[in-house]
């Protein structure tokens, strides 16, 4: 029987993270979408204004007996930089920011080790936003599974293919065979 649990992480474009998450062994879907805003079924153009609150994120189903969470934690901030407050890249406003929503306490209070144990690797003080899950709205159909379809696009090819590769080399252990 699988130990099936659901994580919520933002690192600047939904995209980015959910290439790098997917090719995790253990990881079982990654949904692209909307979460910590007041908009209700917000769509991608509205987010795009920062108005309504809503970072973009990807909320992973993951069998933590195959990859736990503080490992997908650890995956996650270091595939992003969780330093910039609502910035990543060129990618700037509150949509972009680094956040973990959390599900449960559980999920709260190791989120919290982990920042405070990859702190000091950092150059600056992390800035990522740790709050409780409210509403998750599912992306467009177009942002599902980006750059699996896409990743001869320029942007793919210029920001999201070399994070992949870094990754690669980093956590080769815990990449799905196909990966």
Known sequence: M???????????????VEAVIQRLK????????????I????????????NTG?????QVTFDADIITYDELLAIF???????????????Y???????IYYHNADQKAVAEEVI???????????????SPLNVFYPAE???QNYYNQNNSARYCNAVITPKVKKKKKMYADKLKENA
Not at 2 to 16: D, H, L
Not at 43 to 50: D, S
């Open 2 to 16: 699988k130990n099936i649990q659901i994580a919520t992480f933002g690192g600047g474009c939904f995209w980015c």
């Open 26 to 37: 253990g990881v079982e879907k990654v949904v692209s979408g909307y979460t910590g805003g």
């Open 39 to 50: 908009t209700k079924n917000p769509t991608y153009r509205e987010i795009c204004n920062g």
């Open 54 to 58: 809503h970072a973009e994120v990807i």
């Open 77 to 91: 901030m270091t595939s992003h930089d969780p330093t910039t407050l609502n910035r990543q890249g060129a990618d």
């Open 93 to 99: 406003g509150t949509q972009y920011r680094s956040v």
């Open 116 to 130: 405070e144990i990859i702190n000091p690797s950092f150059d600056n003080k992390i800035v990522t936003e740790l």
């Open 141 to 143: 159909g177009y942002h």
